[in-house]
């Protein structure tokens, strides 16, 4: 008979780069970890609720107030190191959001909701840095 093996399954959240006028929208966390720090817009998932890119369109809402459609998103990568986020294994999936509408608010847990220049941005909770830097290089390769 086989052994069972009973496994850990980590956590799932979605994070969102919503671009205006060449900069973009980052929330400051009311919550912790990281209070007080930057951040992208994000959450996580509500499991056996509801899948990725909706949770990413409840997230935006909830702490941004801007609307977005599932079919403007897009993937931009998925980050999965297991030290991510101190609060354990975390597995964020990045999305552009592409198309939004809605007056921007913060709400939620984002303290504050701010918008910031790509090229001087402040100092960014979990791993969000490092998305934003392969969203420029994404951008370089859209701007044709």
Same mark, same amino acid.
């Given at each position: 008979?086989?052994?069972?093996?009973?496994?850990?399954?980590?956590?799932?959240? =979605? =994070?969102?780069?919503?671009? /205006?006028? $060449?900069?973009?929208? @980052?929330?400051?966390?009311?919550?912790?970890?990281?209070?007080?720090?930057? %951040?992208?817009?994000?959450?996580?998932?509500?499991?056996?609720?509801?899948? @990725?890119?909706?949770?990413? +369109?409840?997230?935006? /809402?909830?702490?941004?107030?801007?609307?977005? *459609? !599932?079919?403007?998103?897009?993937?931009?990568?998925? $980050?999965?190191?297991?030290?991510?986020?101190?609060?354990?294994?975390?597995?964020?999936?990045?999305?552009?959001?592409? +198309?939004?509408?809605?007056?921007?608010? %913060?709400?939620?847990?984002?303290?504050?909701? *701010?918008?910031?220049?790509?090229? $001087?941005?402040?100092?960014?909770?979990?791993?969000?840095?490092?998305?934003?830097?392969?969203?420029? !290089?994404?951008?370089?390769? $859209? %701007?044709?």
């Amino acid at each position: 008979m086989p052994t069972k093996i009973d496994f850990k399954n980590p956590a799932a959240t =979605s =994070s969102m780069i919503v671009e /205006k006028d $060449n900069q973009i929208y @980052l929330v400051k966390r009311k919550h912790p970890p990281y209070v007080g720090m930057w %951040a992208l817009p994000g959450g996580f998932l509500e499991c056996d609720k509801e899948c @990725l890119e909706v949770a990413a +369109k409840r997230e935006l /809402k909830e702490e941004t107030h801007l609307i977005a *459609r !599932i079919e403007d998103l897009e993937l931009l990568c998925v $980050n999965s190191s297991p030290t991510r986020d101190p609060r354990g294994h975390v597995i964020d999936h990045l999305y552009i959001v592409k +198309k939004y509408s809605g007056i921007p608010k %913060a709400g939620d847990d984002a303290g504050e909701l *701010r918008l910031f220049p790509l090229d $001087n941005l402040p100092q960014i909770a979990f791993d969000h840095g490092e998305v934003l830097e392969k969203y420029k !290089i994404w951008r370089l390769k $859209n %701007a044709r």
